[in-house]
């Protein structure tokens, strides 16, 4: 009923699987629950509803799993802190913000400490504002802002707050104060300098937090350069999932290859992102290939850029203007060169006027 059954469960007894099904447990076979780990449900029923989302969540039958963990933590007492962890984080990735709320709206009052109210308030606020992004409805949006001030009078020191907040106060056209928020963050956050160049952006110009923008990430070629997504800011950047197990990903190679040597000495870098999980043998395929662009691995479709993007099959690109806005997902777009050349002439207009600007400052206090 709910998709692809796992190896190890095709060897269980047909007696096993038909009583199962018909129990209403969709044909999983039960596996005797380990010694409660710190956070997981201690309940001998809860134990085992949560190792069957821990199963949906292996077979990426996520939404399943989200309802899994839910019950699991009920049948807990809602103590099970690794049953929210979960069930927010899935939500949060299949889009149910509804879910992800109702989570959390089920721990505050349960919360026993300043610092854990602090994170559940954050964390309503995050899945409040998705729906806002979503539904693109402004209450979403205030009462996002609500659930963040609320996260910072109970712990000043909890950074992140600042960042959300200056994207809703965007979204709600508030820009001042949506740039105060901005800075504030960049003044107490020392931990994640790719962050920091995107907050940046968005403080010298707040329109950029209400777009779709690519989401920031750092990489290490195969160079052994370490490229961030916003020290490419001026320039469209094509982004390319590929794998050297993929047949398709290597009729397209020409094409890529193509498409990084008409572009060259333009505002424009192609990163190709490799989901093998050999490393030799991606570096071997490089080479022989004269794949002289960008190249960095993620290792499979669950490694964080893949995960970050979205990507479920291969080859897949995606193309992000001069601004860091992400435009649409291009899967073997014959016209996506043409596509490029339009973003690639604005990134060169703006680059222009960019470097104009400094001499026409020079010119007007010369003639002072």
Same mark, same amino acid.
């Given at each position: 009923?709910?998709?692809?059954?796992?190896?190890?469960?095709?060897?269980?007894?047909?007696?096993?699987?038909?009583?199962?099904?018909?129990? /209403?447990?969709?044909?999983?076979?039960?596996?005797?629950?380990?010694?409660?780990?710190?956070?997981?449900?201690?309940?001998?029923?809860?134990?085992?509803?949560?190792?069957?989302?821990?199963?949906?969540?292996?077979?990426?039958?996520?939404?399943?799993?989200?309802?899994?963990?839910?019950?699991?933590?009920?049948?807990?007492?809602?103590?099970?802190?690794?049953?929210?962890?979960?069930?927010?984080?899935?939500?949060?990735?299949?889009?149910?913000?509804?879910?992800?709320?109702?989570?959390?709206?089920?721990?505050?009052?349960?919360?026993?400490?300043?610092?854990?109210?602090?994170?559940?308030?954050?964390?309503?606020?995050?899945?409040?504002?998705?729906?806002?992004?979503?539904?693109?409805?402004?209450?979403?949006?205030?009462?996002?802002?609500?659930?963040?001030?609320?996260?910072?009078?109970?712990?000043?020191?909890?950074?992140?707050?600042?960042?959300?907040?200056?994207?809703?106060?965007?979204?709600?056209?508030?820009?001042?104060?949506?740039?105060?928020?901005?800075?504030?963050?960049?003044?107490?956050?020392?931990?994640?300098?790719?962050?920091?160049?995107?907050?940046?952006?968005?403080?010298?110009?707040?329109?950029?937090?209400?777009?779709?923008?690519?989401?920031?990430?750092?990489?290490?070629?195969?160079?052994?350069?370490?490229?961030?997504?916003?020290?490419?800011?001026?320039?469209?950047?094509?982004?390319?999932?590929?794998?050297?197990?993929?047949?398709?990903?290597?009729?397209?190679?020409?094409?890529?290859?193509?498409?990084?040597?008409?572009?060259? /000495?333009?505002?424009?870098?192609?990163?190709?992102?490799?989901?093998?999980?050999?490393?030799?043998?991606?570096?071997?395929?490089?080479?022989?290939?004269?794949?002289?662009?960008?190249?960095?691995?993620? /290792?499979?479709?669950?490694?964080?850029?893949?995960?970050?993007?979205?990507?479920?099959?291969?080859?897949?690109?995606?193309?992000?203007?001069?601004?860091?806005?992400?435009?649409?997902?291009?899967?073997?777009?014959?016209?996506?060169? /043409?596509?490029?050349?339009?973003?690639?002439?604005?990134?060169?207009?703006?680059?222009?006027?960019?470097?104009?600007?400094?001499?026409?400052?020079?010119?007007?206090?010369?003639?002072?």
């Amino acid at each position: 009923m709910f998709g692809t059954i796992r190896t190890r469960q095709l060897l269980c007894a047909c007696a096993a699987f038909l009583l199962a099904f018909v129990s /209403g447990v969709n044909g999983r076979c039960a596996e005797k629950p380990g010694p409660p780990k710190p956070g997981e449900p201690t309940d001998p029923r809860a134990r085992k509803t949560y190792a069957n989302a821990i199963g949906y969540e292996h077979d990426r039958m996520k939404a399943a799993a989200v309802g899994e963990y839910r019950k699991a933590n009920k049948q807990d007492g809602g103590h099970c802190s690794k049953c929210v962890d979960r069930a927010y984080r899935l939500a949060i990735e299949i889009g149910d913000n509804r879910a992800a709320e109702e989570v959390v709206e089920d721990q505050i009052p349960l919360a026993e400490t300043n610092a854990d109210r602090a994170e559940l308030h954050y964390r309503l606020a995050l899945a409040q504002q998705r729906q806002g992004i979503h539904d693109k409805k402004e209450k979403c949006f205030a009462d996002s802002c609500q659930e963040l001030k609320t996260t910072l009078a109970l712990n000043p020191q909890y950074v992140d707050a600042h960042y959300v907040m200056g994207i809703s106060l965007a979204y709600l056209h508030q820009d001042d104060a949506a740039r105060d928020e901005f800075k504030a963050f960049l003044n107490e956050n020392t931990n994640e300098p790719e962050l920091n160049e995107r907050v940046q952006r968005y403080a010298d110009r707040v329109e950029l937090a209400r777009s779709r923008m690519a989401p920031p990430f750092t990489v290490k070629t195969i160079d052994g350069e370490t490229v961030s997504l916003d020290s490419l800011a001026g320039k469209v950047v094509l982004i390319d999932f590929w794998a050297t197990w993929c047949g398709p990903c290597r009729e397209a190679l020409p094409h890529v290859k193509q498409i990084a040597h008409r572009f060259e /000495g333009k505002p424009f870098a192609v990163l190709s992102v490799s989901l093998d999980d050999d490393d030799a043998k991606w570096r071997s395929f490089v080479s022989a290939n004269g794949m002289t662009w960008l190249q960095t691995r993620d /290792g499979r479709f669950t490694g964080p850029i893949a995960g970050e993007f979205g990507v479920t099959a291969i080859p897949s690109t995606f193309t992000i203007d001069a601004d860091g806005v992400l435009e649409d997902q291009h899967v073997g777009d014959a016209d996506i060169e /043409g596509k490029l050349k339009k973003l690639i002439d604005r990134a060169q207009v703006l680059a222009n006027q960019k470097n104009a600007e400094p001499a026409q400052i020079k010119q007007a206090g010369a003639g002072q």
